[in-house]
């Protein structure tokens, strides 16, 4: 077995832990629990103040505003829908349209759904991965993380995907579910990361066989939203303990870079 590390704070003892913003390894003297693992003294100095809240209020979203609002826009965007002839004609997703250069319809389109139970399916979803991400890592990385990886299943679709139309949140989804996974990874030799790995990587399995039942789910879309998110979050682990603005620039730049690859190819 290797021998675990020492902390970095306190050589002569040594740990398994690590902190989930930078990595490095920490005592439990030196470890402050977050909403996903543990973090040092100075990433959790950064991050601000360590907030008590009664556990009904951590599992309400009124402790992820941001959360809150993308579930008030996709359930919004799906009543325009249907109540509303031709509100979706400019704002689905669409090869003609992305040719057009109407990059605009790679976002717009994760807030439209082909039914009910596809939107309930999604916003179910983003109940559970948002609140805790939004926490975690703040209110505006989150949502740029969110939006990086909507464009990123959208340009994986019309890079890969042929020529089809698609709406949903799927790929925002993956890359909340590519967060996970990394953080996971990251703390794999804890116990709190064994769980989340098992416990995604069980959801990720389920969720990438469902196109082989049901052909009409876009695979692209998954796959593009996942790898979005992992190349994120693992971008935020090598920059260590930044703020919140650093990380809502990176994840930013990533789907500017991503809308300038789809318009340019």
């Known amino acids: 077995m290797d021998e675990a590390p020492v902390c970095y704070r306190h ?13 490095r390894p920490i005592c439990p003297d030196c470890s402050y629990d977050a909403s996903v693992g543990q973090r040092c003294p100075e990433c959790h100095k950064s991050v601000g103040t360590t907030q008590v809240r009664r556990v ?14 993308l579930l ?29 250069n109407e990059l605009w319809r790679l976002v717009t389109t994760a807030f439209l759904h ?11 979803a983003l ?41 949903g949140a799927s790929g925002g989804l993956f890359g909340l579910f590519g967060y996970f996974l990394v953080v996971g990874w990251r703390q794999r030799k804890t116990q709190a990361g064994r769980g989340l ?26 796959l593009g939203g996942l790898f979005t998110g992992v190349a994120v979050t693992t971008m935020w682990a090598a920059w260590g303990g930044r703020g919140e603005t650093a990380k809502s620039i990176l994840a930013g730049s990533v789907g500017l870079a991503l809308l300038a690859l789809v318009a340019f190819l």
């Open 11 to 23: 050589p002569d003892r040594r740990t398994r832990l690590r902190c989930s913003q930078c990595d």
């Open 114 to 124: 082909g039914s009910l139970f596809h939107l309930a399916l999604n916003g179910y």
């Open 197 to 222: 790995l098992r416990q995604f990587g069980f959801l990720l399995a389920i969720n990438a066989a469902a196109p082989l039942f049901f052909p009409i789910i876009s695979w692209q879309a998954h």
């Open 127 to 167: 109940w559970i991965l948002g609140p805790p991400i939004e926490r975690g890592v703040g209110s505006v990385p989150f949502v740029t993380l969110w939006l990086a990886s909507v464009i990123g299943g959208g340009a994986t679709v019309h890079l890969i995907g042929g020529y089809f139309a698609v709406v």
């Open 72 to 100: 008030i826009a996709i359930i919004v965007g799906y009543l325009a829908q249907i109540m509303v002839v031709g509100f979706d004609s400019s704002l689905i997703q669409t090869a003609t349209g992305i040719e057009n």
């Open 56 to 69: 009904r209020d951590m599992n309400a979203l009124t402790a992820a505003p941001f959360t809150r609002g």
